[in-house]
Every structure is written in structure tokens, then in C-alpha cells.
């Protein structure tokens, strides 16, 4: 015997070796996780899925973000105008000094204008302003009335090339023009000037003052500060340093300018405020759960051991949950670490579960045998929580997929530890029983199940199908992405004010086009600027808009604008000539200016404009090459007074333009929520098959011949049972006709009894289900997807607890009462936890945490259904 018993003496210490080693490696790599960049994404858009079909449409979504993200902008505002440009220029000074930011612009620097007509001299002769286009196009070059010439200028007599004289003459003698000019030698007849006039520079309400950029409103003036960030705007380390050397900063600005406020915005402030919030709930949710979690054990086991050791089980879960899904994704959403602080009330019920079989077995306790007992009824519980996280890993949500990964990583950890860590640290019979709260449970359950069980059930079901049916016929649905993402009120209005006074609207809807070659993408662009130009004559007008093809024409206009100037002006050289002499020219200007025009020059390119420093504030408008095997190029084209009036039109627009799609990001994932919400309501049926099917092979005819000798028997007469001493396990007496009957007919009723097993298992859940759909019908709460979503997991999770009572009911030496207490203890946990993510300030949490608590608690109250009948039972 010695022999035999050495290795189970030596069994318990290899499990716990074994365990220690597995939650040392978790722990520590989490830790190395987190002790350099931090692993934790709060960019709310890595919550979206990848809605456009064409991946380039997401690839322009990624640019634009990215462009966005690493700019701040401020705000400086002051009734006087001196106050405001003086509180500016201390403002960026301080935020420079602070070494917070990559840059920071309150004067600009002066600009020689020049650099950009100096980009543009060599190849002006295919850059036509389209009024100057129009003109030569119908022979007619006098720009006098398309560029607002004075009535009366004074022509050289006697111009050879006619119209192109009156032209000549205005350019010569009209009053000097602001904005980008050119040299009077190199651009005589002002195309190249008219050309310059339309590029998309400043499309804004600002001005330049003082080397400021300034808006005037009414009585007030802003001033405009950019500043650049050194890393990215989600990384935790960059949000604290921005945030301290901004308040340090508005500090000292509101002792020597008091008159003087300061308006933010950018996505490191939006990141924080998610960062921050995120933490708060996870502090929240966390304390809370665990607080009411050891209040309800204590309460219940009267055991800090037990308290311990089903702790221990939980960190266990969380602790790996948290390094498999690092490891999987690489980072972890904030979301998913507030839903793991709600993963507490779940894990913790699979040692629950243990514990009861643990203090109903008493003095006769064996750890091993424990375990078995309840491996089964955890096992059904796991394969069922695990079908419903499973579902989530099909939704195209990074988020939620890590969600599930967080969760499933979680559960099965705590699974495991409960089957194998802790009947090697729980070897020793418990010391005292709670007998008498298990008697009160047994007592509670006789009565419960006698109302709601057996052939009631059906009533109970009819029943509440009938209350259920009106509120289901109230359901409405909101798919709207707004409502599912929080932002801070006071940064929402900050932004607005930036945005009325700069008056230019960041607007996320955006056109993408895209071609096999940079040329068909720059002609595409064209044709789409056409038509935008086209609407805004119209009830549909978008106002301005930006495209790189403003910037940089395709070599098919250049070359068209050329051989206009070529049939036009060019035509005739020696008239040309004689025009530009008449006109005052000098013979040597007028000869440079005609052998420009002879030499080759090839067409200009987006290369060469994006070689220039001037052209980065515009880079985002030009993707590239998007797709290097299928050599395919992309563009952006930003539309700014995008409306739901004209937005239609625009959609329009882009249909009928090949290679042109319209991107509106949140518009594109409210349509997808509401696809996969109808979708998720097909998901959640084929669940309810699978989980159906699940038990009814579990719970097949053969358990009857089980359920004989079963505790069943013994549910009626718990209230009759006498604590014995405390420490010492109630005496249980069989019932000697078992269910209920004798001999065939008690045979054949338990037979009819369990065939529909399964189902009597699933309709607790089923009903559940619907009485939640039904109480959000009568509240008139839309709908949502997370609410879909949640439902997957109220079917996972709350199956559990008619899983527990009918396995309970399996265990020929099990106490009914002490099973029904776990069962209501574990519900009381999740409920605790999951509870708390409905007080989420996360519209997506909270909508996910109300459905499940709901569906929870009908679960638990509709449990005793799946209990086998007692109607036979004898009195």
C-alpha cells in the first residue's frame, strides 16, 4: 500500500508545480507586456470592422485616420484682438518648451509664394485655367469678362491676334492681384496666374495676420495653433505628456490672459478620455465584482479558504486570458479589458460548483471523486458558454473577436483549474457544512419546482409566450454607429468650436478613386471634379473640395491644354511676336518667353509634386500604389459640404463614374450592424439547435436507470431533514420507491420523462431569451447588434443553471439543496458582473451588460424546469 499511495502523495505537488509554472509565465509575460510600449489600443476605430468591399476604400479610411491622428489643434480666443494673437504666441512657446510635441505652429514662418509658381513655370503652357480654357476653346481669348477687367484698358492698337490683346492688356494694366502671382516675362497673358487662383490652398475661414492664422467672428478673434505629435496619439506615454504640458501651460496663460480661453481637439484627446474612462470601469467592475463575489461566498461557504481558492481559480482564467489574447492580436483593446473585469463573475462559477459538492460531501470527502462528480455538469456548462463565445469570432469586429478570444481563453483556464489545481490544494474534508442554508435552498426549490415544473412548465411557457408576444411586436431597431460610441461632451464641443471658426468641415465621407496607372487615376479624379463642379450649380452642391488632380493634371489635360495654346496663340508665331513687342515687351523677353514654349517639356507628375515641402499638408489625396502585384493606384478626392440631402447625389455620382466609390465609413457600419444584427438573429436559432441537440445526447434515456436512488426522491422531504451537529453531513435517507411508482409504470414515466430531456433543459434559456426581447419591447429600447450578441451569451451562460440542477439530479449521493444554492450563488456572481457592464458609460458595454443580466436572471429563475418531474414522487 505504501508502494501505492507514494505517487498519489507526490500527484497533488506535481499539479501544483505545474499550475504555479503556468500562471508564473502568464504573469510574467503580461508584465513584460506591459513594462514597455503599452499594449492597449484606445483607438475607438479598431472597434470597426472592414466595411468597403473594395480593400483600397479601407486603405484610404487607414490614411486619412493616420494623417488626422497625429495632429492637435488649438484654439485661442479673445474678445480683443491683441489679447488673442499675444495668449497664442505664449501658448506655442510653452508647449514648444515643453518637449511634448514634434512641432508646434502659432507664427508661420514666412513663405516665399513664389516657391510654388516656381514648381508650376516649366510647365505652364499645359496648365489653362478652365475660364482661359473656354475662351481659346471658342476662339476667343479676351479673359476681360471672365476675370473681372476694368471697363476701360487700354489695348495696343493695331494686335494682330486680336482677342489675345485684350487679354494682354489686362494683365498689364489691371491693378495687382493678391495671392500667387507670377513674373510679368514668364507668364504674359496671366494662364499660369488664373491657374494658381483655383488650387485648393485655403479653403478655410482663416487669415493671415501677423504671421498668424486668424478667424474673426462678431466681436471675437482666434487664433489658430498646430502642433504635431512625436508618437502616436493612442500611446498611453504620449497622452500623459501632451495633457500635463497642456495644463501647465493654460495655467500660466489664464494668470497673464484671463480673458482669454483655449479650445482642443485631436485623437490623443479622444484617446485619454477613452483611455481614462475605460480604466475607471475596469477599477469599478473589478472592485465591485470582487467585493459582492466574496460577500456572497463568505455568506454562503462561511470559508475564507474556499473564498481563496475560488479567487485563485479566477485570477488563473484572467491572468491567461490576458497573455493568450496579447499573444493572438498583438494588443488589447480597452474594451475587451472592461468586458474581462466582467469575466470575474463567470469563472468563478465552475469552483462554485465544486465547492458545494466539496461541503455536501462532509467528512467522507475525496478530492478525486469530487472532481468527477462534477466534471460532468462542468463540462456540458463549458461546451455551452463556449458555443456562444464561439459565435462571436464570426462577426467581422476586432474587437469582439477578442472579446471571445479573452473570454474563452478565461473560462477554459478556470475550467481546467477546477478539475485539476484544485483537488490537489483541497485535500482535506471541510471542518463545517452550511447545512442549514442548504436546507432553506432545498425548501425554496421543493416550492419553486412544484409551481413552475413538470407539466406546469407548459402552462408557465404558454404563459409567458402570451405576456411575451406584444412586446415583441413593439421592437424597434437603432444601427446608428453614433450611439455605440461615447465621446467626452466637453471635447465634442471644443471640436465644434475649432471647426465653426476655422469653418472648414473634416468631413469622414471622402470619394476613392482608383486606376491601373497614376494617369487613368488623375483623369478619373477629373471627371469627378467635373461633376462635383456640376452639382454645385444645383440643389446638391457640395461647395469645395480637394483632390490631388487640382494640383497635379493628368498628362492627357496638360497635353490637351498645349495643343489648345498650339492652334490658338502658338499658331502663328511671328503675329504672336509682333503682339507681345507692340505691348511694350522686349525683344529678348518676347524671344525667351517663344522658345519656352518650343522646348520639350514633358507633362508634370504627382512625383514631382510630392517632391516639394509645400505639398505635405496635402499628401493624404494621393494613396499610391495600393496593390503592388495587380498594379493598381488610388486617389482621394474630400468633398466638404457633405449633407444627407446631397449625399444621395454624390452616391449617384460615383456609380456612374468607373473606378469611383464613395466612402462613409460610420454610414457603411451602421449597415453593416444592421446586416449582422438580422443576421445574428439566424445565428442565435441555429445556437439554440446546436445546444438543443448538445443535451438531448447528454440527457438521453439512458440517464433513468441513473436516476434511480437519485437524490430526487429526497427534494420533498428536505425541509424535513435535521442539521445534524455542525461539521457533521446531514443524514440522507432514500426514498425506497425512488422517482415516484414501481416496477414498469414507474419505468415507463421516467422513460417519457427524460426522451425530452434536452428539451426540458433548453426551454429554461428559450424563454429566457424571449422575455428579454419582450421587456426591451414594452421599454421601448431599440435594438442593436451587442444586444443580439448578448443574447448568444445569455443562451451560453444561462443554460448553465438547469444544466447544474439536472446533473445535480444525476449524482446518486448529491444534495439538492446544496446544488440549487451554487446554482443561485453562481448566477448571483455573473449577474454581479455583468451587471456592472449595464452601468458601462460605453453605449456598447452597457447595451451588452443589460441584455445579459436580464437574460441571466430569467435563466436562473426558469432553472427548476429542467428538473426531472416529482408529480410521481411519493409523499
Not at 514662418?109 to 480654357?133: T, W
Not at 405576456?467 to 455605440?484: F, K, M, Q, Y
Not at 494621393?622 to 474630400?638: E, M, P, Q, R
Not at 419505468?747 to 425530452?756: G, I, M, T
Request: glycine share 8%.
Amino acid at each position: 500500500m505504501r508502494v501505492l499511495q507514494q505517487p498519489s502523495a507526490k500527484q497533488p505537488w506535481g499539479m501544483r508545480a505545474a499550475w504555479l509554472l503556468l500562471a508564473l509565465a502568464a504573469a510574467l509575460y503580461c508584465g513584460w507586456r506591459f513594462a514597455g510600449p503599452s499594449p492597449l489600443q484606445t483607438n475607438l476605430l479598431a472597434l470597426l470592422p472592414a466595411t468597403e468591399a473594395d480593400p483600397v476604400a479601407e486603405k484610404a479610411v487607414d490614411t486619412l485616420a493616420g494623417a488626422l491622428g497625429d495632429r492637435t489643434v488649438f484654439l485661442v480666443t479673445s474678445n480683443d484682438d491683441a489679447h488673442a494673437k499675444a495668449a497664442a504666441k505664449q501658448l506655442g512657446a510653452a508647449l514648444q518648451k515643453s518637449g511634448a510635441f514634434g512641432s508646434v505652429t502659432a507664427e508661420l514662418p514666412p513663405f516665399d509664394l513664389s516657391q510654388i509658381a516656381a514648381l508650376y513655370m516649366p510647365y505652364r503652357f499645359g496648365l489653362l485655367a478652365p475660364a482661359d480654357r473656354m475662351a481659346l476653346a471658342q476662339n476667343s481669348a479676351s479673359s476681360a469678362t471672365l476675370h473681372d477687367t476694368p471697363q476701360e484698358v487700354p489695348r495696343p492698337e493695331g494686335s494682330p491676334l486680336g482677342g489675345l490683346g485684350d487679354a494682354l492688356a489686362q494683365r498689364i494694366y489691371s491693378p495687382l492681384r493678391g495671392g500667387l502671382t507670377t513674373p510679368l516675362a514668364d507668364d504674359p497673358f496671366g494662364w499660369l496666374e488664373h491657374w494658381l487662383g483655383g488650387l485648393p490652398l485655403a479653403t478655410s475661414n482663416l487669415e493671415l495676420e501677423d504671421n498668424m492664422l486668424v478667424s474673426h467672428r462678431g466681436a471675437t478673434t482666434s487664433v489658430l495653433i498646430v502642433a504635431t505629435l512625436p508618437g502616436s496619439a493612442y500611446e498611453s506615454k504620449t497622452q500623459h505628456t501632451v495633457l500635463a504640458a497642456l495644463a501647465q501651460g493654460e495655467s500660466a496663460l489664464k494668470q497673464a490672459f484671463p480673458d482669454v480661453s483655449v479650445a482642443r481637439t485631436g485623437a490623443v484627446f479622444y484617446a485619454e478620455s477613452a483611455r481614462s474612462a475605460s480604466e475607471h470601469e475596469v477599477h469599478l467592475i473589478g472592485v465591485a465584482s470582487l467585493c459582492g463575489i466574496a460577500l456572497l461566498m463568505m455568506w454562503v461557504f462561511r470559508s475564507p479558504r474556499l473564498l481563496l481558492l475560488g479567487f485563485v481559480s479566477t485570477a488563473l482564467g484572467i491572468v491567461c486570458a490576458l497573455a493568450v489574447t496579447m499573444l493572438m492580436f498583438g494588443q488589447l483593446h480597452l474594451l475587451t479589458l472592461v468586458f474581462g473585469a466582467s469575466l470575474i463573475g463567470e469563472a468563478v462559477d465552475y469552483s462554485i460548483q465544486y465547492f458545494v459538492v466539496y461541503l455536501g460531501a462532509g467528512r467522507d470527502w475525496d478530492s478525486r471523486r469530487g472532481a468527477h462528480a462534477v466534471r460532468p455538469a462542468l463540462t456540458v456548462a463549458l461546451a455551452t458558454s463556449l458555443l456562444g463565445y464561439a459565435i462571436l469570432t464570426w462577426v467581422p469586429f476586432p474587437a469582439l473577436k477578442q472579446i471571445a478570444c479573452f473570454a474563452m481563453a478565461g473560462i477554459v483556464t478556470a475550467f481546467a483549474s477546477v478539475l485539476w489545481l484544485l483537488p490537489a490544494l483541497l485535500t482535506r474534508p471541510p471542518r463545517r457544512s452550511p447545512q442549514r442554508v442548504f436546507a432553506g435552498a432545498a425548501r425554496v426549490l421543493t416550492v419553486w419546482h412544484r409551481t413552475i415544473g413538470g407539466k406546469r412548465a407548459w402552462f408557465v411557457a404558454a404563459l409567458l409566450l402570451i405576456v411575451a408576444i406584444p412586446g415583441w411586436l413593439r421592437l424597434t431597431s437603432d444601427d446608428d454607429i453614433h450611439l455605440l460610441i461615447q465621446r467626452d461632451p466637453s471635447l465634442v464641443a471644443q471640436e465644434d468650436k475649432v471647426r465653426a471658426a476655422v469653418g472648414v468641415d473634416n468631413s469622414a465621407q471622402f470619394f476613392v478613386v482608383r486606376g491601373e496607372t497614376p494617369e487613368i487615376v488623375l483623369e478619373r479624379a477629373e471627371a469627378l471634379g467635373a461633376k462635383l463642379d456640376g452639382l454645385n450649380g444645383t440643389a446638391n452642391k457640395v461647395g469645395d473640395y480637394q483632390s490631388v488632380a487640382q494640383f497635379v493634371p493628368s498628362a492627357k489635360q496638360q497635353d490637351e491644354d498645349r495643343a489648345l495654346l498650339a492652334q490658338h496663340v502658338f499658331n502663328d508665331p511671328a503675329a504672336l511676336r509682333a503682339t507681345l513687342l507692340q505691348a511694350g515687351f522686349k525683344d529678348e523677353v518676347a524671344d525667351a518667353w517663344l522658345a519656352a514654349y518650343a522646348k520639350p517639356q514633358p507633362p508634370l507628375t504627382v512625383d514631382t509634386w510630392l517632391a516639394t515641402p509645400w505639398s505635405q499638408p496635402y499628401k493624404h489625396l494621393w494613396l499610391g500604389a495600393v496593390d503592388s502585384t495587380a498594379k493598381a493606384y488610388a486617389a482621394v478626392v474630400i468633398p466638404q459640404g457633405v449633407t444627407p440631402q446631397n449625399e444621395p447625389a454624390l452616391i449617384a455620382t460615383a456609380q456612374a463614374l468607373p473606378g469611383v466609390v464613395f466612402v462613409d465609413k460610420a454610414a457603411s457600419v451602421s449597415k453593416l450592424f444592421g446586416a449582422y444584427r438580422v443576421d445574428s438573429g439566424w445565428w442565435l436559432g441555429g445556437a439554440l439547435a446546436l445546444v438543443l441537440v448538445l443535451l438531448m445526447l447528454r440527457y438521453a434515456p439512458k440517464e433513468v436507470l441513473r436516476l434511480e436512488g437519485s437524490p430526487l426522491g429526497e427534494l420533498g422531504d428536505a425541509s424535513q431533514k435535521v442539521s445534524g451537529p455542525e461539521g457533521s453531513p446531514l443524514p440522507r435517507r432514500k426514498s425506497p420507491r425512488g422517482i415516484g411508482g414501481s416496477g414498469d409504470a414507474r419505468q415507463k414515466d421516467s422513460l417519457a420523462d427524460h426522451v425530452h430531456g434536452g428539451i426540458a433543459v433548453t426551454l429554461p434559456v428559450l424563454l429566457a431569451v424571449g422575455v428579454t426581447l419582450a421587456v426591451f419591447g414594452y421599454a421601448h429600447v431599440p435594438l442593436n447588434l451587442f444586444n443580439w450578441l448578448a443574447l448568444m451569451l445569455v443562451l451560453g451562460v444561462g443554460a448553465n443553471y438547469a444544466v447544474f440542477l439536472r446533473e445535480g439530479c444525476l449524482r446518486a449521493d448529491a444534495d439538492l439543496g446544496a446544488v440549487w444554492t451554487g446554482v443561485l450563488l453562481s448566477a448571483a456572481t455573473t449577474l454581479l458582473s455583468f451587471g456592472m457592464l449595464g452601468m458601462s458609460a460605453m453605449p456598447a458595454l452597457k447595451s451588452f451588460g443589460a441584455t445579459l443580466a436580464l437574460g441571466i436572471a430569467v435563466s436562473v429563475l426558469l432553472a427548476p424546469i429542467g428538473m426531472p418531474s416529482e408529480s410521481r414522487r411519493a409523499a
